[in-house]
């Protein structure tokens, strides 16, 4: 087993610094990007509905942050692979067991996501 392999736990761990600090930044621009939509629908004094579109952004920061908190990616997860290496250099998980966790960890992740989302977007509504 590699080094790198010794750190990863499948269904828990799954990314290393490098991955980490990428979704750190992913999640900070999908909020950023959040506060900006919803001061400009509130500038342009847009109807509610409008707001569900803070939605979108909203997904994408929870993603990353939760990502990132979490030291797993969701894609990594979806896909089978780790990376505690070179940003961009992954390694295949051979055991199905760990394979199955990995995925079941990562609709975890992405249910949480949507609901962050959806909370935030409701939010935008409410205050519209």
Known sequence: ?????????????????????????????????????????????????WYWLLALPAFGAAVGVVQARSRFCVHFGLRRRFNFGDLWSTTQVEDAADRSLDQRRSWQLL??????????????????
């Open 1 to 49: 087993m590699t080094a790198a392999e010794a750190r990863y736990r499948a269904g828990a761990c799954n990314i290393g610094e490098a991955e980490v600090r990428r979704r750190w930044r992913a999640g900070w621009g999908g909020a950023a990007m959040t506060v900006i939509l919803w001061v400009g629908f509130a500038f342009a004094n847009l109807a509610a509905p």
């Open 111 to 128: 249910g949480v996501s949507a609901a962050i989302a959806i909370i935030v977007a409701t939010l935008g509504v409410l205050t519209a």
